[in-house]
Every structure is written in C-alpha cells, then in structure tokens.
T-cell receptor, first 114, second 111 residues
Framework: AQSVTQLDSQVPVFEEAPVELRCNYS??????LFWYVQYPNQGLQLLLK??????LVKGINGFEAEFNKSQTSFHLRKPSVHISDTAEYFC????????????FGRGTSLIVHP | DVKVTQSSRYLVKRTGEKVFLECVQD?????MFWYRQDPGLGLRLIYF???????EKGDIPEGYSVSREKKERFSLILESASTNQTSMYLC??????????FGSGTRLTVV
C-alpha cells in the first residue's frame, strides 16, 4: 500500500517570498502524484499532477512541483507567494493500474503574511 | 470541465436522524468517492464505487452506507446520525487514477 507524508503541518511565509511545501511518498510500484489546494469551506482543487514524462510539472497560480523518484519526493514550490495563496495544500498519490483510490497526506497550511 | 455537485453546503441535523448527502457528476466517470475531513486528520475514505450498484468500504465505513443506482449519482447515508459524525464531507469522481475532481463539500453538524 502507498502512503504520503507532508513534512510540515504549517508553513508561515511573508508575501513575495518563495515557498516550498514538502511531500514524500512510499510505494512499491509506479505512482501518479497530485497537489491539491483547499480554500476555507471549499472543496479541493487540483493544482498540478505528475503522470509521466518531464519530472518538472507546472500548475495553476504559478505553482510547480518536481518529481524525484530516487528520493520519493514531490515538493511543491512557488517563487513568490501572494496573500491569496493562504490555504491548505494536500499531496496525494495513486498507483498505476491499481484501484485508483488516492491516498492523501494530512495537509500543509500555508499562511502568507503581509 | 468536470463538475461534481454536492446538494448542500451546510446541514444541521439532530442525533438519530437519517441523513442523505447527495453527489452528482456530469462527466461519465466510473469511480466515485466519499471522504470526511476533520482537522488534523486529513481526508479519510468512507466508501467508494467503481461502477453502478458497486460499492466498497473505505477506511472508516462504520455508521455509513452508500447508494449508486445511476452512474452519475453517489449518495452517502448516515443511518442514525451521531455527534461524532459532525464533519466536512467531500465527494470526488475520477475516470481512472489520473485525476480526481471534488465537490464543494457539505459541512454537516449533528446536534
């Protein structure tokens, strides 16, 4: 079975600073990887996903993530954050050809200060 | 874009009531999921379905049941609501494992 660890439960950062949200996974087979964002009292919205191909994936709102197979990581980055990026971020993994049930991390709360 | 619609954003129910949470998707997705989300616990899978009339238990099915009579609709049923079922409930659908589309969520309060 696969698992996902988000290493930071909360990340405070100042506006216009860069940010990295860390995600590590474990799986014995090949995986698909996802980052979702959740604004207060809303559902989850897909930021970006890695299915295959280039290990650097670009998503919406200026976010990008890099798949590192050797380190089993999929860290999310943004070079300059805005107040509006304040939200909960979830990393998720599903297995190639498996039951397609995604496993989610516990989430990282990104707090952007003015 | 795929749309997943949850019928209620906020619900308040009394202990012991039977509660129905409805979820409809409009893109012919095979797989549908129900999660509950609680602070510090992340998303926990209650039930999922990979076809009409098919259902599988997730990690925390106790106290819940589901119904999928049509491909586009997946209902979560709380047989007898209890206060520990106060939570945010999220429905999602996917075609295969390549992406999941979520509804806006239903915040259920059981009093």
């Amino acid at each position: 079975a696969q698992s996902v660890t988000q290493l930071d439960s909360q990340v405070p950062v100042f506006e216009e600073a860069p940010v990295e949200l860390r995600c590590n996974y474990s799986s014995s087979v090949s995986v698909y990887l996802f980052w979702y964002v959740q604004y207060p009292n809303q559902g989850l919205q897909l930021l970006l996903k890695y299915l295959s191909g280039s290990t650097l994936v670009k998503g919406i709102n200026g976010f990008e993530a890099e798949f590192n197979k050797s380190q089993t990581s999929f860290h999310l980055r943004k070079p300059s954050v805005h107040i509006s990026d304040t939200a909960e971020y979830f990393c998720a993994v599903s297995v190639w050809g498996g039951s397609y049930i995604p496993t989610f991390g516990r989430g990282t709360s990104l707090i952007v200060h003015p | 874009d795929v749309k997943v619609t949850q019928s209620s954003r906020y619900l308040v129910k009394r202990t012991g009531e039977k509660v129905f949470l409805e979820c409809v998707q409009d893109m012919d997705h095979e797989n549908m999921f129900w999660y509950r989300q609680d602070p510090g616990l992340g998303l926990r899978l209650i039930y999922f379905s990979y076809d009409v009339k098919m259902k599988e238990k997730g990690d925390i099915p106790e106290g819940y049941s589901v119904s999928r009579e049509k491909k586009e609709r997946f209902s979560l049923i709380l047989e007898s609501a209890s206060t520990n079922q106060t939570s945010m409930y999220l429905c999602a659908s996917s075609l295969e494992g390549t992406g999941y589309t979520f509804g806006s969520g239903t915040r259920l309060t059981v009093v």
